[in-house]
Structures are given as structure tokens and as C-alpha cells.
């Protein structure tokens, strides 16, 4: 795919997909974005709107998408993403990776569409093969409290391969692991945002638990990056992918490498762990390396430091203050 081709990107105000718009309008697409707001913001799109490739429309995908002309490739990265959500917002979570999903897809059908669909490490729950491997067919919970997530993705999964043998649609699927960086809201509710918001603060760090449950945390380029080559490379047809950092760390240990890059005097408090929260999580990522030349560049430490500097931009607005107060 090349440039002016017509990319839409569901979730296109949210974190990843705003990170999405801008890699796809430096490549000269004409990009539209819909997102209804739910946990996006249009201010992480603002820096497009006086550009005429890029659109922002205020959809929610529970609705069929807006009649366009003609479509080339749609980004499906609409869903609230924080386990915080999955309590506040669990219908709205499930009926948009659901019915959402079937809206971008019959809008594949229409158009002959290219579709990346944005799944994510949840499918695996708390796994019981370590790494996971795209093999892996997972450990979840059809009935807990993330279920209206870990199902509902899964359920996306499995539409969008019905729609590659019936349809003969273009889906492709990345399975994205725990990833961060600008954008992300800070009260989003995720590890990262609450702890580099409490070190800002000069708050304590919130662990859940004894935080010796790991994840593998990627920065956000380089998500995007492994998400461009699994939507251009040609031969991808029903492909599903694995993309995220491969460097696992303990939650505790997580909280000391921020302590440090933000150099806060926070000290850690222990509070109850959340219900079904994975033990472990760690991608398997050989598929994305064989199969798009993948490897993830950015060190967490460096990554923490770029994302610490967004959020002291954001402390500072919200307070109506500047950063150099
Ligand atoms: P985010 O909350 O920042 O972005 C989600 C965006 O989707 C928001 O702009 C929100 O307003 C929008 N949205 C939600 N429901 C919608 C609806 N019904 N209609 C239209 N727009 C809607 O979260 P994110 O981290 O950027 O996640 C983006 C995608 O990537 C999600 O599909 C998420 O499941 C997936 N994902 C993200 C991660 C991660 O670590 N960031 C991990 C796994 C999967
Ligand atoms: N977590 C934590 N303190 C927080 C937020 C999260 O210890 O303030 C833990 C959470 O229990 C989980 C891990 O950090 O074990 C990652 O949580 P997050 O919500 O970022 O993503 P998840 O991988 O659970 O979807």
C-alpha cells in the first residue's frame, strides 16, 4: 500500500491509534479517524487538523461505520484498553470488540478493505505456557471480571477469520502486549500511567499485591512499527502475530526503575491485587521476526524517560501551570 491510499483508523484519538495517524500521514496517506471519545481525546490528533489527508470523525463503532468512498485499510484499534474500564465499562467493552468488529469488517466486504485487527496478550489470560507462543489457545475466564475484554477480543479473532473464509476479507491480527508511552491518559488507570503519576506527584507507588507478577512492556513506536509491516507486507492474509517487548520484569521491579528514572522521593505501598490479573505475561515474538524482520529497539528506561516528559506536559496543563513551574 502507498501513499493517498485511504487508511481509517478506529481509535484513532486513543494512545496507539493516535500514534497510528501519525506514522500513516507521514506516509502520505489520507487518513480518517473515528473514535467516540470514549477513552480518547481529540487533543492527540490536534497537531493533524489543519491537514487536508487527515479527518477526525466523533463515531462509536457500536454504529456501522460513516459511508466513504473508497477504503484501502482499516486500523480496528477502537476499545477502552485499562482493566479499570473492564469494571466501569464492561457492555460498552464487549458489544464494541463484538458488533464494532463486524461493523469494520462488513465494511471491508464493501470496499475490498485491508483489516488490522487490534487483539491483545488478554486472549491468553493467565497463561499457562510461558512464553506465549500464537499457538498458545490461553487460560481464560469466560465469566470473571476481564472476561468482557479477554472474550470479546477473542471473539473479534474469531469474526475476523469468518470473514476471511466466507468473505475472503484481508484481516490480519496483531496481538498486542502491554505497551506505553505519550498520550496515554494519566488517569488512565495501567501501570504505567498510575505509577509515573504517583512518582510525578511525589506520591507512593501503587503495587497490587506482592508485585512479583511480571509483564513485558513495549514502547509505543515500537509497536507501531511491527503494526505498519504485519498491515503492508503482501501474503499476510489470515495472520495473526505477537508483537510486543520480550524484556519481562517483575511489577516491584518496575516500580523501582520509575522511582528512578523520575528521581521521586515516592516510596511503595502494597494494595489488594485485582481478580484474575495474569501472573505472567511475555511475548513469544519469532513469527514477527522471521515473518515482518521485527525486533523491538526501544529500553524501557529510555521509553520511561520519554513518557515521564509527556506526562509532566500534562501534569502541568491540567493544572493550568507550565512545565517549567
Ligand atoms: P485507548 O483507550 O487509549 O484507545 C482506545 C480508543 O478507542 C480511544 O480513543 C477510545 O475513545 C476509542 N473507543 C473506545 N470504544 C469505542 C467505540 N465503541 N467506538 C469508537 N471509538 C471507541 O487504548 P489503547 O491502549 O490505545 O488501545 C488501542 C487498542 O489496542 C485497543 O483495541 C486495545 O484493546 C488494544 N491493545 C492495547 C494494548 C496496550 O498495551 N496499549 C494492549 C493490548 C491491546
Ligand atoms: N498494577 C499495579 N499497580 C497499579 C496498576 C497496575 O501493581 O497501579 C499491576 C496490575 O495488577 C498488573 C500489572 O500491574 O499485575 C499490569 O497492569 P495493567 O493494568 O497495566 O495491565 P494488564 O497487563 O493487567 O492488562
Known sequence: MSGRDHAVVTGGAGFVGSHLVDDLVADDYRVTAVDSFASGTPENVSHHADDDRFSLLQRDVRDPLPDFDSVDVIYHFASRASPTHFDSHPIEIAMTN???????????????????????????????????????????????????????????????????????????????????????????????????????????????????????????????????????????????????????????????????????????????????????????????RERLDWEPKVPLRAGLAQTADHFRTRRHEIVGSTPED
Do not use: W
Open 98 to 288: 463484538s458488533l464494532g468488529t463486524r461493523h469494520v469488517l462488513e465494511a471491508a466486504v464493501e470496499h475490498d478493505a485491508r483489516v488490522v485487527v487490534a487483539s491483545t496478550s488478554e486472549v491468553y489470560g493467565d497463561p499457562e505456557v510461558h512464553p506465549q507462543p500464537e499457538s498458545y489457545r490461553g487460560n481464560v475466564s469466560p465469566r470473571g471480571p476481564r472476561a468482557p475484554y479477554d472474550e470479546s477480543k477473542r471473539f473479534a479473532e474469531a469474526l475476523s477469520m469468518a470473514y476471511v473464509r466466507k468473505h475472503d476479507v484481508d484481516a490480519r491480527t496483531v496481538r498486542i502486549f502491554n505497551t506505553y508511552g505519550p498520550r496515554m491518559q494519566l488517569d488512565d488507570g495501567r501501570v504505567i500511567p498510575n505509577f509515573l503519576s504517583q512518582a510525578l506527584a511525589g506520591d507512593d507507588l501503587t503495587v497490587y499485591g506482592d508485585g512479583e507478577q511480571t509483564r513485558s512492556f513495549c514502547y509505543v513506536t515500537d509497536l507501531v512499527d511491527g503494526i505498519r509491516r504485519l498491515a503492508d507486507r503482501p501474503g499476510l492474509q489470515g495472520a495473526v502475530m505477537n508483537v510486543g517487548n520480550t524484556n519481562e520484569i517483575t511489577i516491584r521491579e518496575l516500580a523501582t526503575v520509575v522511582r528512578d528514572v523520575v528521581d521521586t522521593p515516592s516510596e511503595v505501598t502494597y494494595e489488594p491485587r485485582p481478580t484474575d490479573d495474569p501472573d505472567l505475561r511475555c511475548p513469544d515474538v519469532s513469527t514477527a
